[in-house]
């Protein structure tokens, strides 16, 4: 199933047609959580893969065999992938499941499941430069153009995956709500790993001693996930993402918006983030001035 250039539209959000059909889609609204299930949820480029990469290495007590035996999409396969329905139910418990969905789309897919949710997220000027990057090397995405098109596209919300304001106002409005949701960012993992680790271990029930916090901590650092063929997307076939247009593992700092946004591209941004968020108490890191 290649469908590169095809574009699934579902409940007003597009989709790329390479991942995604209706039926997949439909099928996870309706899926049967268990209450073992370890859910991973994000918008894109928000550090999926590095949750991902953590949960197993937590599951696992610092042990890095899975994470560099098994590519990171059969270990923690997307909910609405065409590919998943198969995959999941071969998963052992507890399992752990990735989407890139909206609160809105599972909330009665997970309303009555104890399964344990990870909300992930990541300052917006820094994801929308990832995304923006991405874009140049993914062939199942629609063409960037320049960052100022692309800007404009993602701060009207239509982009592939819907509005990113949308998604984190809708999974964050549900902290406190939702007993077994639990918020970590992308600046809290960039600036203290092991504490991410250990505060993901705690909300998961498994436990680590030092030596298994240190391992973890040593197998999802940068280099390490950057170096994995597990993780990296090396694996996957040039006609899907073409790897001489960059590096899925690209730089993984925060701040890094600050190459890219011009003072006008800031300025607007900051005006759309202000009247777009509003009533929405999540604060942001946005990196490092000196890291220009």
């Known amino acids: 199933m290649s469908r590169l250039d095809a574009t699934e539209t579902f409940d007003g959000i597009t989709f790329p047609g390479h991942l995604h059909t209706q039926e997949s889609l439909q099928l996870a609204l309706r899926f049967p959580f268990q209450d073992t299930d370890i859910v991973i949820v994000s918008y894109p480029k928000s550090g999926t893969t590095w949750m991902q990469q953590m949960v197993t290495l937590i599951s696992n007590k610092g042990d890095p065999h899975v994470s560099q035996t098994v590519p990171n999409w059969a270990r923690a396969p997307w909910l609405e992938h065409h590919y998943s329905a198969a995959l999941v139910d071969t998963l052992s418990r507890p399992r752990v499941i990735t989407t890139h969905l909206p609160h809105h789309m599972l909330a009665r897919a997970l309303r009555g499941s104890k399964a344990r949710v990870i909300y992930v997220s990541r300052n917006p000027k820094d994801v929308v430069v990832s995304f923006y990057h991405f874009h140049k090397m993914a062939n199942f995405l629609p063409e960037a153009g320049s960052f100022q098109d692309f800007l404009n596209t993602f701060l009207e919300g239509t982009v592939h995956f819907g509005s990113w304001f949308d ?47 240190n391992s973890c901590a040593r197998h999802c650092s940068f280099s390490s996930m950057r170096d994995n063929s597990m993780i990296n997307c090396t694996l996957i076939p040039h006609e899907i993402l073409d790897h001489s247009k960059g590096s899925f593992m690209r730089r993984g700092k925060v701040g890094d918006w600050r190459n890219m946004f011009t ?28 890291q220009r």
């Open 167 to 213: 998604h984190i106002k809708g999974w964050t409005s549900q902290l406190g709500a939702m007993t077994n949701l639990l918020h970590v960012t992308y600046e809290e993992m960039s600036m203290d790993c092991q504490g991410s680790i250990v505060k993901v271990s705690s909300f998961l029930q498994c436990p680590l001693v030092e030596d298994e916090v």
């Open 263 to 290: 003072e006008e591209q800031n300025e607007h941004f900051e005006r759309v983030l202000m009247g777009k968020m509003q009533g929405c108490s999540v604060e942001f890191v946005w990196g490092d001035a000196a």
